[in-house]
């Protein structure tokens, strides 16, 4: 589908940079879906994606020169700032990541878990997911982009190699490589509740 | 295709598209025949499916609205201020460039006007209060100046009011040409306006009435180009 003229990107950054508020509002909805799955992935905490997204956006409008048209699209570069949060937000991180955050009323983690047919089933579904999460969460953080980028936000890797700024072979190296560390996780986990089963 | 290979581009050939038609046949010829590889590429599947649905979870994950409230009420404060900025240096220069040009119109009618109090102040002094000792050598080489006799007033003759009261005039009528003068020798001659005591008459050799001599009056002198006066005209 054809963005009308006046519903581009940079007409849109153009006009907020002027103090179009209806501008910037309409940019923000058309991008913060994807910085925030980005960042929730990425860091596994809905707080920290929050917080990621609002400075993504503080940067485009305090600074909306900052986005150079003729180098890209606009989506490219708020996933380039939102990375940069991302990566600042993790060496600000002690290295142990719980299984299981809470929300500020208690729910549960940050990542809403759909669907179910029975409780047990739920249940099993749910711990199943937590622990990909956990292990997605405990890759090394470039290894962990590469998966993100290619496996979660169905990049291909031209588009997640320009997103990341290397080349495509390191995209691919690392994907293989983060791979074979969640598979290895995946694995670990799959077998500790057959153990204890055994055990039993 | 190797082991190697295959873990390295061959468990996400289908997807890869930077990999040729050759190369995904050989991803796929190699994983039907090492069992190894089949198991990996098995394996992998297996992760990606729980992977899928993990991206599935988090796929309508959407920013709080919260967050597009705050970053509206930034945008707001950011550029009302902006504004206000904007506004505020434009009437500190608009209250500037009015004071500079207030500043300039006052300094040029208080001019004015202390250049019409000094003229009419020239216009009711004698004339030996505006020609003081030290003046006498510019008066001397004043290009219309005359010889005037003690009491008489040149009037406007120091600085700039001299324009005003030399004026060159050919009209001869009514003129009193003073003893020892010739009409003929008046070819080069100016007319000065000078306010002078009637006594300052006398000086020129013409009568004076004492019981006006004090009084002063206004003539008209015609001065030859030797710079003494040739006649004498009293206006009525």
Known sequence: MRIAEQDRDDVLLRRAAKGDEEAFTLLYRRHQAAMYRFALRMTGNSWAAEEIVQDVFMTLMRDPKKYDATRGALGAFLYGVARNRVMKHMEHLPREIPLEEKNEDGTGSGIVLQDASTPAMWVEKRERKLQVRAAVLELPVEFREAVVLCELEEMSYEEAAQMAGCPIGTIRSRLHRGRALLMAKLEMLRSVPRRASVAR | ?236
């Open chain 2, 1 to 236: 295709m190797k082991c190697e290979e295959f873990e390295a581009i061959g468990l996400d050939a289908e997807r890869d598209a930077s990999l040729s038609e050759v190369e995904r046949g050989a991803a796929r010829e190699h994983a039907s025949t090492c069992s190894r590889c089949a198991a990996l590429q098995d394996s992998w599947q297996a992760a990606g499916v729980e992977l899928r649905a993990f991206a599935e979870d988090t796929a309508v994950a959407q920013a709080p609205a919260r967050v597009e409230m705050r970053l509206r009420q930034e945008f707001r404060t950011q550029h009302v201020t902006l504004k206000v900025r904007r506004t505020a240096a434009i009437a500190t220069w608009a209250l500037a460039a009015t004071a500079l040009l207030v500043g300039v119109v006052s300094w040029h009618s208080w001019r004015r006007s202390r250049q019409e109090v000094a003229a009419n102040h020239l216009n009711s002094v004698p004339a030996a209060n505006n020609f003081p000792d030290n003046n006498s050598a510019t008066r001397a080489n004043h290009k219309n100046s005359a010889e005037v006799p003690d009491g008489m007033l040149e009037r406007g003759s120091a600085g700039a009011g001299s324009s005003e009261t030399l004026v060159a005039d050919n009209e001869l009528s009514g003129f009193t040409f003073l003893p020892g003068a010739f009409a003929a020798d008046t070819d080069e001659a100016a007319i000065l306006h000078v306010r002078m005591q009637r006594s300052a008459l006398g000086a020129l050799g013409l009568p004076v009435n004492e019981e006006r001599a004090g009084e002063w009056i206004q003539v008209d002198l015609l001065v030859g180009d030797d710079g003494l006066p040739q006649a004498v005209r009293l206006p009525q």
